[in-house]
């Protein structure tokens, strides 16, 4: 699984897996614990990979960072994400030397290393970047649709949300008025 189905949620410790989508938001599975909880429209929700880190020139992506991070640690665990604010901060300047000290603090530092520590630990070591589907949409998607995960984690507008699937009222269902006017008939 890639980052694409793997969040952040405000409020919330660790990292949530992205399950399926019910109709006040969607459900999550904690990295941490395993438990699905229900998560609101809301809710402030971050996708890891529309995450990017401040850098001297531009801002780099979160997973090109957890890529550095695998390689310096040989795709293993890495620093404890509890070590000193020197400790850490010596750290990430090994793997990303030109980040920008000003922006990227020492808390921001400490939970990159914690979500990259999370997610080997959970086994989710698939740091490239997401590969284009092909042509054919999944079932039940047009081929106009964006990203359904994009969808499912945005939160809703009200200009937005529209009621479908909503039978209308009808006459000639079972026990409405067609057949209540035969039998006034009788």
């Known amino acids: 699984m890639s ?3 793997v969040l952040s949620i405000t409020g ?3 990292l949530y897996k992205l399950k399926t989508q019910t109709r006040t938001g969607f459900l999550a599975e904690s990295l941490l614990d395993g438990k699905t909880i229900n998560v609101s429209g809301r809710q402030n929700v971050s996708l890891l990979s529309e995450i990017a880190v401040y850098t001297l020139t531009e801002e780099v992506p979160l997973r090109e960072v957890f890529q550095k991070i695998a390689e310096k ?3 293993k665990e890495t620093i404890s994400h509890k070590a000193s604010k020197e400790e850490l901060e010596e750290f990430f300047f090994g793997v990303m030397p ?3 000290e000003d922006r990227v603090y020492a808390s ?3 939970k990159v290393v914690q979500w990259y520590n999370l997610l080997v630990k959970n086994g989710l070591t698939d740091f490239s970047e997401a590969k ?3 042509p054919q949409t999944p079932e039940g998607a047009t081929a106009t649709d964006k990203n359904p995960v994009e969808k499912i984690a945005a939160k809703p507008n009200k200009a937005s949300v529209t009621k479908t699937n909503v039978p209308k009222a009808s006459s000639t269902k079972k026990g409405g008025a ?3 006017a035969a039998s006034r008939k009788t």
């Open 108 to 110: 921001d530092i400490k």
């Open 178 to 180: 067609t057949k209540n």
């Open 132 to 134: 284009e589907e092909s």
């Open 3 to 5: 980052l694409e189905k």
């Open 73 to 75: 640690a040989e795709g």
């Open 12 to 14: 919330k410790p660790g």
């Open 98 to 100: 030109d980040y920008d």
